[in-house]
């Protein structure tokens, strides 16, 4: 069955439980339980169930439902938005640091290598299903399942703001954080639009969280100037909009 074929309520349906699974994460484990372990549950299980959705209410073969379709090409897609978005961050920080918006604090408890590499793998699952996930919801459902007639503008644009309102434990801090997360939303929207595919849009979400979770782990990195932070992490997803938009399509499809 096409996307064509399912029908309005199948797709109100299908979105209802994908954002209803993704927010029970934050909102029943973290805030409600406050258990780490039951949020990640949550979230796993978030991803998992987007796979009957996809398949059982939507009529695809699974996972394709939201652009995540292994085609040729699809791995350079994520290996390339991981790299592109990690120099984005790490770029963000020696900015931040030359300007003083960040300084540098007293380092963790060294590691031992195989520590370090477990350390690593840990944080690379612990940002990958939260990224897919919320991708799925906020990007690849309304790149394919929704079924509607997209033009490129209208796609980025809508669906950075779905990925703002996606953020509903976040909205009360403010108009900063809207904008922040309004131009995380651009960066991310404009791959998966450029390539058609969710894939090059987990890339750079990924990188980011990925980056962000290693970082953390071997460096302390405080920010003395907060109120300059977001407009930093803001303006690097900008400048990969653009890197996006003006990459040759053909070295990654």
């Known amino acids: 069955m096409a996307v064509a074929q399912a029908s309005l309520g199948r797709r109100i349906a299908s979105f209802v439980i994908l954002f209803a699974l993704y927010q029970s994460a934050e ?11 039951a949020q990640a549950v949550l979230m796993i299980l978030a991803l998992l169930v987007g796979w009957p959705v996809g398949r059982w209410l939507l009529g695809y073969r699974g996972y394709d439902a939201y652009a995540l379709d292994l085609k040729p090409g699809w ?33 963790p408890a060294s590691h031992t290598p195989i520590f370090g590499i477990g ?9 990958l ?3 897919v996930a919320e991708d799925i919801l906020t990007r690849g459902f309304w790149l394919k399942a929704a079924g509607l007639a997209w033009t490129g503008p209208a796609f980025i644009l809508a669906t950075s703001a779905i990925y703002v309102l996606n953020h509903v434990f976040r909205l009360g801090e403010g108009p900063v954080e809207w904008i922040r997360l309004f131009c995380f939303g651009l960066a991310y929207a404009c791959a998966a639009w450029r390539w058609k595919s969710l894939w090059a849009a987990v890339g750079l979400h990924w ?13 302390t990195i405080d920010a003395a100037h907060p109120a300059g932070s977001p407009w930093l992490s803001a303006g690097a997803h900008l400048v990969m909009a653009a890197l996006v938009l003006l990459w040759p399509k053909r070295e990654l499809a």
Request: proline share 4%.
């Open 75 to 107: 791995p350079r897609l994520v290996a390339s938005g991981l790299l592109l978005a990690a120099l984005a961050r790490l770029a963000t920080i020696f900015w931040g640091l030359a300007n003083g918006t960040f300084v540098l604090g007293a380092p």
């Open 27 to 37: 909102g029943v484990g973290g805030l409600l339980l406050h258990n780490g372990a």
């Open 129 to 131: 299903v939260p990224s």
């Open 207 to 219: 990188g980011w969280n990925l980056t962000n979770a290693v970082l953390d782990g071997f460096v």
């Open 119 to 127: 350390f690593i793998l840990g944080a690379a699952l612990s940002t």
